[in-house]
């Protein structure tokens, strides 16, 4: 939309809408900040007091201990680079099959992808939990970095798909051509060319294994092998806050950095509207 | 045409191995389940529809049903009307590319939140002590306010604005690149006959988004129908069922119950319902051959 040149009503009608946009936002920014800050906060004073569970145990005032976070941001740090990195791999070898190559079934994959990226599978957890105990992975990490996967490749082969098929066939025809097999000019010519999609792949993936909580609520049990969620909401439980609100803010942040980071970084790639599964998809 | 399957194949085993064991054997598995009575114990025991007919015969049903229908109708109607309100201005309004990207990263802020954190950012704005939010900031005004805990006062009202605020970026933001990609000639011609913006909104923004409202509606149904995680994390379902919704019932059934059976035929219920509008909506967007996404 053109911004040069706004004529007078134009620009008043514009500070209107940004003076009402910011009276919508203000409670949820208020809400973030207010929260947040508090980590920064004992008694009143400044200090970096309430961070302290990050390095070692920590001591709450009514005598509870509560345990370090660092074996639980490894896991979560092993799970994610495991379910981000392996995701963008098969999808994009599945994506490039579908949209370039000819073979038997085909058809029939390409639409069971669109059922299976709409379809719920928090529904579907009852039985994934049985197959984990049936193929004896149940209560591991290696057991949900599987299922995670399964669960999100339909939809990024999809979007990769998607990306696949709006490149020119003839980019592809003279890789073939110029002495590539079908591997070697996949990895060196039409990859670079599906970059876009690879970034977005990766950065909801990312999204959605950093912050994923229902898998290992429901797949991992007994304390084996906490992550950062499921850490934070055992002290968290619906009925009584365990530790006070400045330490799950303090945590909070410790877990929203990463996801900061990337939000800033790949922001353009969200504001596309190419938003893979939306939140909570597993 | 052997060895071009084989090639296929090869590219696809990761992808076909992965979501068959651990996507589809699953679905197949939770309709076989919801024939017998699985429990903690692991025993294969087939009742038919003992569990159907259970479901039938709970008192809760009735209240759990209702609370979805409520939760999704009220939940889905207000973020629809919101993104295009919030699409709408960012887009058409402000015609600032940095203001309106600047506000549309503050509304995806919700949703980037992982819930466990988002859900406490809840209960302490909400907390019923003098530590909640809303309950001090009341008192800092009228100092002889009696706190209140609003969870549990309005747990149905607080899961749904809880659920809005999450899912109103996907939505705007879908909105937002349709209204963009509307030609600036059809406002251009609309301004010269001297329409107003309401009008504007109404008989341009609306029309031609129409595919993408469409969309969003089926988007928001099925995951509102089926993505039970911010009640599970805010009020699980309670006081007293209030904010139970379906979908959560078959997770408290096989996971805190563990009535494994029980839980699946709940699920299956309502995979059904899932595949209807699943269906209706390819119908609708094939027939129509304008299927946004």
Known sequence: ????????????????????????????????????????????????????????????????????????????????????????????????????????????????????????????????????????????????????LAFRLPGSTFIIKNFFDAIPRDIENSTLVDGCTRFSGFRQVIIYLVKPGIVSIAVFSFLSAWSNFILFNTLLFGNKTPVVATYIRALTRNE??????????????????????????????????????????? | ??????????????????????????????????????????????????????????????????????????????????????????????????????????????????????????????????????NSFIRFFDTDFVSVNWIAKYPFQVIIIAQVVVSLAYGAIIFSSAIRSIPDNQFKAAHVDGAGEWEIVKTIIIPNIRPHIKFIIMWETLGLMTNYLNILLITNGGPLNRTEVWALSAYHKAFIDQQYGYGAAISVLLILVVFMIMLLWMFASKSKKEGEE
Do not use: C
């Not at chain 1, 365990?242 to 790949?266: E, K, L, Q």
């Open chain 1, 240 to 282: 009584q806050m365990i530790a006070p609100y400045s330490v799950i803010a303090a945590m909070g942040i410790v877990y929203m950095i990463p996801v900061i980071v990337f939000f800033t970084i790949s922001q353009k790639q969200l504001m596309e509207g190419n938003i893979g599964g939306g939140k909570g998809t597993a």
């Open chain 2, 1 to 134: 045409m052997k060895g071009k399957d084989l090639q296929g194949y090869a590219f696809l085993s990761p992808f076909l191995i992965l979501v068959s064991i651990f996507y589809i054997a699953p679905a197949i598995l939770t309709i076989i389940m919801s024939f017998s009575s699985l429990d903690g114990a692991f025993l294969w025991e087939f009742v038919g529809f003992e569990n159907y007919g259970k479901i039938f015969r709970d008192p809760n049903t009735f209240l759990i049903l209702r609370n979805t229908i409520l939760y999704i109708v009220i939940s889905m109607a207000i973020i629809v009307l919101l993104d295009l309100f919030i699409a709408t201005l960012t887009t058409y309004f402000i015609k600032s590319d940095g203001w309106a990207s600047f506000f549309k990263s503050i509304i995806m802020i919700p949703m980037i939140t992982p819930s466990v954190v988002y859900s406490v950012l809840w209960i302490w704005y909400l907390d019923a002590s003098d530590s909640g939010f809303i």
């Open chain 1, 1 to 148: 939309m053109s911004q040069q040149n706004l004529t007078h009503s134009e620009r008043r009608k514009q500070n209107i809408a940004i003076a009402v946009m910011f009276i919508f936002i203000l409670p949820i920014v208020f809400m973030f900040i207010i929260f947040f800050s508090m980590a920064f906060f004992k008694d009143g004073r400044l200090t970096l007091e309430n961070f302290s569970f990050v390095w070692g145990e920590m001591r709450l005032r009514d005598q509870t201990t509560i345990k370090s976070m660092l074996p639980a941001l490894k896991n979560s740090i092993i799970f994610t680079f495991g379910v981000t990195s392996s995701e963008v791999v098969i999808s994009l070898l599945a994506g490039y099959a579908l949209s370039r190559l000819r073979f038997t079934g085909r058809r029939t994959i390409q639409t069971s992808l669109l059922v299976l990226r709409m379809f719920p599978t928090l529904l579907l957890l009852i039985a994934v939990l049985y197959v984990l105990i049936a193929l004896h992975i149940v209560n591991s990490l290696k057991g949900v970095v599987l299922v995670a």
